[in-house]
């Protein structure tokens, strides 16, 4: 049974940074195309980061790019996103999910129940 544990969302100013962690069971981080999605209030979901293939490719959302970073460690099967130089627009709740192997924006499969990230002015 897949298990995905979000956890690090919490509240900060505008120009701060967070850490999520994904502690993940029964999925293997390395082998399977895993990442993060985050819903904002009336919003639609959307992803953010995610390895889309077993050698590591990534993929990043374009309003995320150089201030994201998604690391994985296939030892803790963990994955972890990195979130620098936050802004408002980044508050979402922030989900660890398994995807589709694919180019282009990540197609969500399965995820936990998500973590709150709070960016204020």
């Known amino acids: 049974q897949v298990q995905l544990v979000e956890s690090g969302g919490g509240s900060v100013q505008t120009g701060g940074s967070l850490t999520l962690h994904c502690a993940a069971s029964?999925?293997?981080?390395?082998?399977?195309?895993l990442g993060w999605f985050r819903q904002a209030a009336g919003k639609e979901r959307e992803g953010v980061a995610a390895f889309i293939d077993g050698g590591g490719a990534t993929y990043y959302a374009d309003s995320v790019k150089g201030r994201f970073t998604i690391s994985r460690d296939s030892a803790n099967n963990t994955i972890d996103l990195e979130m620098d130089n936050l802004n408002p627009e980044d508050t979402a709740v922030y989900y660890c999910a398994t995807l589709v192997c694919d180019t282009g924006p990540p197609r969500y499969i399965y995820g936990g129940q998500g973590t709150q990230v709070t960016v204020s002015s």
């Open positions: 029964g999925v293997s981080v390395l082998r399977n195309c």
